[in-house]
Nanobody
């Protein structure tokens, strides 16, 4: 199992950008496809983006396509999410987790603390 800590969130105006990081522990990070998820107040956690273990073939939720870019650095055991053109509806706590590649489901039941992203209008 991969243990993670997310960071990089903050308060930003609509149209702004942020870069989130997910630092993973353990030598198995590079073995897993990884993804980002988010949970807005009062809503269920939802899939945002994911990519393969090698960093290729990313896929995205329709709501973020063209604005968010997922990437990873296996040498640093770190997953990233570059977010541009942020909208108030992107406000949520963002989490990372391993995924089964091609799915929108998290692989593990345990989650990191998440990082809060707040977009003001």
């Amino acid at each position: 199992q991969v243990q993670v800590v997310e960071s990089g969130g903050g308060l930003v105006q609509a149209g702004g950008s942020l870069r989130l990081s997910c630092a993973a522990s353990g030598r198995t990070f590079s073995s897993y496809p990884m993804g980002w998820f988010r949970q807005a107040p009062g809503k269920a956690r939802e899939f945002v983006a994911a990519l393969s273990w090698s960093g290729g073939s990313p896929y995205y939720a329709d709501s973020v396509k063209g604005r968010f870019t997922i990437s990873r650095n296996n040498a640093k055991n770190t997953l990233y999410l570059q977010m541009i053109s942020l909208k108030p509806e992107d406000t949520a706590v963002y989490y990372c987790n391993a995924v089964e590649y091609g799915s929108t489901w998290a692989l593990f039941n345990s989650w990191g603390p998440g990082t809060q992203v707040t977009v003001s209008s």
